[in-house]
């Protein structure tokens, strides 16, 4: 997990400058979404994770919170 949470934060510092804001909302939630079980395995407390955040379909996106590119 820490190797894949290292190469996308690897990626995503390199190419920073391409980003638009809508791309920053996009890609806050998918940082996210690696960081909360990493952080929870190394915490030893996936059980106290919410169930939502171990979803990979349960986006903001398709949740409808946040607006979907046109």
Known sequence: MGAVLSG???QLTAGAAAY???DGTR???CTLHLLT???AHHLASSASVPP???QPHATPERQGR????P
């Open 20 to 22: 638009t804001e809508a």
């Open 37 to 39: 079980p990493f952080l």
């Open 8 to 10: 996308y934060l690897t």
């Open 52 to 54: 939502q955040t171990r």
């Open 27 to 29: 890609l806050a939630t």
């Open 66 to 69: 946040v607006p979907a590119d």
